[in-house]
């Protein structure tokens, strides 16, 4: 039962990665929007994983590093069928050049795993989550 639990997690969590790309790539060329967990709506999520979720509880996430702006936490539950979460942190820098030196040592945390081809630069650590960074916005 754990390793399906796991398995699914991991599905869910690559699949979301892949929504929340192709949500902020029509969002790169100006700012993202105020509410960060409108980068994934509960429709994208019922079409990639075929099943209604519920609208996004939004909490703060903790600053990456010291001096770096709060992220925001998006939190998903389905509403039929099997019982699953989608969660995924949004954290969004002054620029670009910023994010990208974030993301890349965040990544000397994760041990990344793979490195698909997504936004900007993308990596799968070893728990299955996916990283993107696409522009000035950085999705966990």
Not at 83 to 107: E, H, L, W
Request: glycine share 8%.
């Amino acid at each position: 039962m754990r390793t399906s639990r796991l398995f699914d997690r991991r599905l869910v969590l690559t699949v979301v990665g892949f929504v929340c790309l192709f949500s902020v790539s029509s969002a790169q060329a100006k700012d993202p929007p105020s509410d960060l967990c409108s980068l994934l709506t509960p429709a994208q999520l019922e079409k990639s994983l075929g099943q209604p979720f519920s609208e996004s509880g939004k909490s703060a996430a903790p600053a990456p590093y010291a001096g770096q702006p709060k992220g925001t936490n998006c939190q998903y539950s389905s509403q039929k069928g099997a019982s699953m979460a989608v969660g995924f942190i949004v954290y969004v820098d002054a620029s670009a050049a910023q994010a990208q030196q974030n993301f890349d040592k965040s990544s000397m945390w994760y041990a990344p795993k793979s490195r698909p081809t997504a936004g900007d630069s993308a990596y799968i650590d070893a728990k299955g989550a996916i990283h993107v960074l696409k522009g000035r916005v950085q999705h966990e």
